[in-house]
């Protein structure tokens, strides 16, 4: 999967506004993101994934189509690659490329692997939002 090989954006961030790792039990994958937000938007977002081409990829679309985002859009983007593992249409614009993911819909125990990168975008802009 050249998705997964170019690593797009990978290594971590030196002072990111928020910093989320995630695992997945089931399979062993473990993503981290880093996030630096300029007026409610990405301004930059790095990722290291010990896992699966799989979460590799995603993280590395992410990391590119994410730029410039808002967590409204990076919401809407996990609904889209959501109703795409679930047989449903390609995203459309600047997430046209989580396309890529179609095929793995057929096989469910995977969609938490493609899924994984998404949680943590999640989690690390609540975390931006609503500090603990």
């Known amino acids: 999967m050249t ?5 797009a954006r990978a290594g971590r961030l030196p ?3 928020a910093s989320v790792t995630l695992d997945n039990p089931l399979c062993g994958d473990r993503v981290t ?3 630096k937000l300029a007026d409610g938007r990405i301004a930059d977002i790095r ?4 896992g699966c081409a799989l979460c590799q ?6 990391a590119e189509a994410a730029l410039d985002c ?3 859009a990076t919401k809407q983007a996990r609904a889209a690659l959501r109703a795409l593992l679930a047989g449903g249409d390609a995203p459309q614009g600047a997430w046209a490329g989580l396309s890529i993911f179609a095929p ?5 125990s995977r969609h938490d692997c493609v899924l994984l990168p998404f949680d943590a975008l999640e989690r690390a802009l609540s975390e931006t939002v ?3």
Do not use: C, E, F, W
Request: charged letters at 25%; hydrophobic letters at 45%; proline letters at 6%.
């Open 3 to 7: 998705r997964a090989r170019d690593g």
């Open 15 to 17: 002072a990111p506004d």
């Open 33 to 35: 993101l880093d996030v």
């Open 47 to 50: 990722h290291t994934v010990r």
């Open 57 to 62: 990829a995603s993280a590395a679309m992410i």
């Open 70 to 72: 808002d967590a409204a």
């Open 104 to 108: 793995v819909a057929a096989y469910k």
């Open 130 to 132: 609503n500090p603990q």
